[in-house]
């Protein structure tokens, strides 16, 4: 993969490549706390330095508490000082691709090069980008400069 060369932060953690994504992400699925849907989701993020965070859904009684494991895995990196993805692998049994919080959340910090690869159960992967999941999406760039810390810049 090509888009992989460029990456010159890697000191003893070899690139992994799309398979060993999905595979970590195959595993992290195994560690999903699902009793109510039972539908186990894992997720491997793998950030433009070369690390790799796993993530798999956490359910609550309390329903709305639960996490999906792309958020999971994303916010695990950002806790690690990670802000940059590359590449993020969802595996389900039938490959469906990421909630739309989790698109929005990954928006957060996509670069325009986040690539979603979605596998399911029997091994079939499909490779999305974000702005093909989510086009026309909100962002900061949508809010006021007011806020913001250099708003010195008085566009509005
Ligand atoms: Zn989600």
């Known amino acids: 993969m090509s888009e992989f060369a460029h990456n010159s932060q890697l000191d003893d953690n070899p690139q992994v490549d799309d398979d ?24 491997a993020l793998l950030t433009k330095s070369g690390r790799v965070f796993t993530g798999a859904n956490v359910e609550n009684a309390v329903y709305p508490l639960g ?14 000082g990670e802000q940059e993805f590359e590449t ?20 957060e910090f996509d670069n325009g090069s986040l690539r979603i690869l979605v596998a399911d159960a029997a091994g079939n992967v499909r490779t999305y980008t974000l702005s093909g999941l ?4 909100f962002g900061a760039d949508d809010l006021p400069t007011t806020h913001s810390r250099d708003s010195g810049d008085s566009r509005i």
């Open 134 to 137: 989510l086009p026309d999406a």
């Open 20 to 43: 060993q994504l999905v595979e970590l992400a195959r595993q992290a699925r195994e560690l999903a706390y699902v009793p109510y849907s039972n539908f186990p989701v894992g997720a």
């Open 88 to 107: 993020i692998a969802v595996v389900t049994e039938p490959g469906v691709t990421p909630c739309g919080a989790c698109r929005q959340v990954m928006q």
């Open 67 to 80: 996490l999906c494991a792309e958020r999971n895995a994303i916010f695990q990196a950002v806790a690690q």
